[in-house]
């Protein structure tokens, strides 16, 4: 943009260079940027013990491509989109030009695009022979992944604003990751996935496409371990979550480019693979899962996949969702985990499926022995033996204690204010998310780390400002802002 000559000639010399200098420092809106960074596991998967990578080198610890959305400038926060690989896959394929090109494939995306390492893990905890774990994928992206990456990128509160989708393994990983946190993601997308695994012919196709077998990592194919971790059989999980799921039919679509390796074995994948998408979608219908499926002509191949993104895109992957039903249902064979706002822990890893169920303030568990331990959010809660019913656990409320950085501004000065909000639950303080923070006619949500950034301009005449913090459930709390004249 230039000035006018009529302009440029009234201004001084020094004037002109300072605002020439003013406008080069001017921050602007970034545009789309893919970022690498290293996304380690504290010990659920070891590098050096995985030895089905893909790609040209041996990773010495797990990575993730990240697709930063236009306008990310580490200030405002975004939705995000966990976009998960195949089996003969790694975490930059979904960048490559001729795989996922995701720059545009995505492009204008409104939200963060994670896209992490998964090897040929098929986001499980490997059952081999029942020491569930060694890789343990799952706990991994449930424990170690999804809190590096809202540490690391600005996020937006709510399951509304966490999807999933991924393609083939992927799909697998997607709707089964979604079955786990339905409390996380309010959106779940399968393209081609591997989404209903208990089938006669899956073990052979595993052993020929994947080079993997099946029963090291799902143990035996009828057997729960294998039926805890088969998407299908876990729709009532996804009771409040929008599903999305697409698969071709093993016949190729005219005028899309394949290769004619890709054609053959690729049809022969994607014919075997519709089945199961057929079999999710229906089960998904029964459990009143608000779902979305497209079957389609196509074979096992990118430029499907490539399609498959963009038509989900369209859909939207953060339309509304109930954030906290009343009622739920869900299942898993996992030792630890969280189903909503409750945790679980049992005493000894499961050896069925278990159900628990959550109707008018009681919560029970069945299908399988055990002792379990139930606790909420604050901490508080109970252990009972499989089966049981009992009343949901209940906390005395507890204060939240909010804390600002800077502490003391000037009158009339624009500031960033930085406050976190914490409360004690098990004897231990801890950051609280979704707390409103208000600051004069402002408010903001709080993160994951229970931290949120406003920024206020501190311009009537007093000498003391009270910010204050609530949420529900919890007693609210404040903090003093000094004004100096």
């Not at 930085?418 to 600051?439: I, K, N, Q």
């Amino acid at each position: 943009m230039g000035f006018p000559p009529t302009l440029v000639s009234m201004l001084r010399p020094a004037t002109l260079i300072a605002l020439l200098l003013a406008l080069a420092l001017a921050p602007t809106a970034g545009a789309a940027e893919l970022v690498t960074f290293e996304v380690p596991s504290a010990g659920n998967v070891d590098v050096s013990r995985v030895d089905n990578f893909n790609g040209n080198d041996h990773p010495r610890t797990l990575r993730a491509n990240v697709l930063l959305p236009d306008g990310y400038d580490g200030k405002q926060r975004f939705p995000v989109l966990f976009l998960l690989h195949g089996v003969g896959d790694a975490y930059d394929t979904w960048m490559k030009p001729n795989r996922g090109d995701i720059m545009n494939t995505a492009k204008g995306f409104p939200g963060v695009v994670v896209m992490p390492e998964a090897a040929r893990g098929f986001y499980t905890n490997w059952w081999n022979d029942g020491r569930r774990g060694d890789p343990g994928w799952e706990r991994y992206y449930l424990d170690e992944l999804i809190p590096l990456v809202e540490k690391r990128f600005l996020i937006r509160p709510g399951r509304r604003w966490h999807a999933i989708a991924g393609l083939s393994m992927g799909g697998l990983g997607s709707t089964y990751v979604a079955s786990q946190r339905p409390d996380y993601f309010g959106s779940a997308a399968t393209f081609s996935g591997f989404v209903a695994h208990q089938r006669p012919e899956t073990e052979a196709g595993l052993t020929a496409v994947g080079n993997v077998s099946y029963e090291k990592i799902f143990g035996p194919q009828q057997g729960f371990y294998a039926s805890g971790h088969s998407p299908a059989k876990l729709t009532d999980n996804l009771r409040h979550t929008r599903l999305y799921v697409t698969v071709g039919d093993g016949t190729p679509e005219p005028g899309v480019m394949s290769e004619p390796a890709a054609i053959v074995g690729g049809g022969a994948v994607e014919a075997g693979l519709r089945p199961q998408s057929d079999e999710l979608a229906a089960a998904a219908r029964a459990s009143g899962v608000d779902t979305t499926y497209v079957p389609l002509r196509g074979v096992h191949d990118w430029p499907y996949w490539r399609r498959h993104l963009r038509e989900a895109i369209a859909w939207d992957f953060f339309k509304p969702v109930s954030e906290r039903p009343e009622q739920f249902t869900y299942s898993t064979v996992a030792p630890v985990g969280r189903m909503w706002d409750l945790s679980y822990r049992f005493e000894r890893a499961p050896e069925g499926v278990v159900r628990f169920e959550r109707t008018d303030g009681t919560l029970s568990a069945r299908g399988s022995s055990g002792r379990v331990t139930i606790a909420n959010l604050d901490g508080c809660g109970f252990t009972a033996d499989l089966p049981f019913e009992r009343s949901i656990p209940t906390c005395p409320p507890t204060r939240i204690r909010l804390t600002v950085s800077p502490r003391s501004v000037r009158l009339g000065q624009l500031k960033r204010f930085r406050f976190t909000a914490t409360t004690v639950r098990g004897g231990r303080r801890v950051p609280v998310r979704s707390a409103r923070v208000r600051l004069g006619r402002k408010t903001a949500l709080t993160n994951s780390g229970g931290r949120v950034v406003i920024a206020y301009r501190l311009s009537e005449r007093r000498s003391l400002r009270t910010p204050r913090v609530s949420k529900r459930g919890l007693l609210p709390g404040r903090v003093v802002i000094r004004v100096r004249r």
